[in-house]
């Protein structure tokens, strides 16, 4: 196995069999990350509260691997509707600026109902 493993305990690591991250040599791959609460054990219905709780756990997996938001190169934004996007550009916007990655977002059915916002990141060390 190349590369370092990251996980977090979310049990969807565990029941599909992925990493929150990987490292391989200075780049962080950071896995498709939602805004679930682990704590309540459900997704917010607030679009904003989910993006919120996603990149915290987006920025708990870079410090891990010795990275950082600042450190982003790309963002992909999986995003159920074009209203709800608009509703997170400030988050986004916050949490990105520092970094000025490449952005791409998309307008999508997400694999739960309750998910309305998924991040992928790619970050270097």
Same mark, same amino acid.
């Given at each position: ?43 917010? *219905?607030?679009?904003? =509260?989910?993006?919120? /709780?996603?990149?915290?756990?987006? @920025? #708990? $997996? ?20 074009? *209203?709800?996007?608009? =509703?997170?550009?400030? /988050?986004?916007?916050?949490?990105? @600026? #520092? $970094? ?26």
């Amino acid at each position: 196995m190349k590369g370092k493993r990251i996980t977090t305990g979310s049990p969807f690591e565990a029941m599909a069999g992925y990493s929150r991250a990987v490292v391989d040599e200075d780049i962080v791959y950071i896995s498709g990350t939602t805004g679930y609460d682990a704590r309540n054990k459900c997704y917010p *219905s607030n679009v904003k =509260e989910q993006a919120i /709780i996603a990149f915290s756990i987006i @920025e #708990a $997996a870079l410090k891990k691997a010795g990275s950082s938001l600042e450190n982003m190169l790309r963002i992909r934004v999986y995003v159920a509707s074009r *209203s709800e996007f608009e =509703e997170i550009k400030p /988050i986004i916007k916050a949490n990105c @600026e #520092a $970094a000025m990655p490449a952005n791409t977002t998309i307008i999508c059915d997400l694999a739960e109902e309750e998910m309305r916002v998924e991040f992928e990141v790619t970050a270097k060390i």
